[in-house]
């Protein structure tokens, strides 16, 4: 692996983001619930959303929404959906991308990042737990709500 960059989405990324792969069984996790009913609440001056290259391949994809007005409180700072290609996972893409997610909930000024996931094997929970998320609540569809506060 050379060195991890983050960049904008953009034209020349976003067909490569498109065909990021999962390992099966992973598909069902990456859209709770609770994401399709928050799809109302966001909107484009909100996302914030990045590619993660190593050199000029496509290793990842990771999106957030901050917003200080967002109901319920746990949409107002929260990782909304990260993927690592199936044949780069396990080798810190993931950590990378959630450590600038939270230099960039920082820079905003908030003080905590969420997230909301399904339990489940094959699924992320033992990866955000690794990378500090603690669990602090559930949705009113038996997802987790997890947390790290800075
Ligand atoms: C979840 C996901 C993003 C993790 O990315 P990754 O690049 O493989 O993770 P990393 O290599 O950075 O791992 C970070 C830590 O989590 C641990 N970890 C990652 N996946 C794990 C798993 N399935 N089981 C146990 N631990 C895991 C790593 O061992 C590492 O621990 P360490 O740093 O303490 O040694 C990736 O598996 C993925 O894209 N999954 C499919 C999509 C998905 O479910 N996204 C989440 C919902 S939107």
Redesign the pocket.
């Known amino acids: 692996m050379t060195e991890l960059r983050l960049v904008e989405l953009s034209a020349d990324t976003i067909v490569q983001v498109n065909t ?1 792969s ?2 099966p069984g ?1 598909e069902q ?4 619930v609770s994401y399709g009913i928050a799809a109302s609440v966001v909107n484009p001056k909100t996302t914030w959303q990045r590619v993660v290259l190593d050199g000029s391949e496509v290793v ?1 994809f990771v999106s957030a929404n901050f917003d200080p007005e967002a109901a319920p409180d746990y949409f107002r700072s929260v ?8 044949d ?11 450590e600038a997610l939270l230099s960039e909930a920082q820079r905003r000024d908030f003080d905590h990042l969420d ?1 909301i ?1 399904e339990a489940g094997e ?3 929970e ?6 500090g998320f603690s669990p602090v609540g559930e949705t009113e569809y038996g997802e987790i709500i997890a947390e790290i506060r800075f």
Not at 29 to 32: E, T
Not at 126 to 131: N, T
């Open positions: 990021l999962l390992k992973q996790f990456l859209a709770p990842g990782l909304w959906r990260i993927n690592v290609d199936a780069e996972q396990r080798r810190g893409v993931g950590r990378f991308a959630v997230v996931y094959g699924g992320p033992a990866f955000f737990h690794r990378v």
